[in-house]
Nanobody
Framework: QVQLVEPGGGSVQAGGSLRLSCEGVEYMDCMAWFRQSPGKTREGVALITSGSSTDYAESVKGRFTVSKDNAKNILYLQMNSLKAEDSAMYYC?????????????????WGQGTQVTVSS
């Protein structure tokens, strides 16, 4: 089910930046971004806990930053130095879970997905 709203996708040239947003995020112990390309398994990109601890996939460390605005109930993913391999459908997700991890099945709430295309 689509429970969150994700504006912010789009196309950008390699090396560029893009910020994704996920609206409707209420308090959850774990909030995350996943992405999926055709024919590939959905993979975790970044996550943030209620205590603002973060984790990132090795492929995006140093380039992506996950953050949240609790007052506005918005989750963000700032993507810098984008590469062609970052192209995918991006999904935000949230889970009332103590231990956060990059396992899609752990998440109860999902955005509808937003396409990110990086050209090179």
């Amino acid at each position: 089910q689509v429970q969150l709203v994700e504006p912010g996708g789009g196309s950008v040239q390699a090396g560029g930046s893009l910020r994704l947003s996920c609206e409707g995020v209420e308090y959850m112990d774990c909030m995350a971004w996943f992405r999926q390309s055709p024919g590939k398994t959905r993979e975790g990109v970044a996550l943030i806990t209620s205590g603002s601890s973060t984790d990132y996939a090795e492929s995006v460390k140093g380039r992506f930053t996950v953050s949240k605005d609790n007052a506005k109930n918005i989750l963000y993913l700032q993507m810098n130095s984008l590469k062609a391999e970052d192209s995918a459908m991006y999904y935000c997700a949230a889970a009332p879970r103590w231990a956060c991890r990059f396992v899609p099945a752990d998440y109860s709430y999902w955005g509808q997905g937003t396409q990110v295309t990086v050209s090179s």
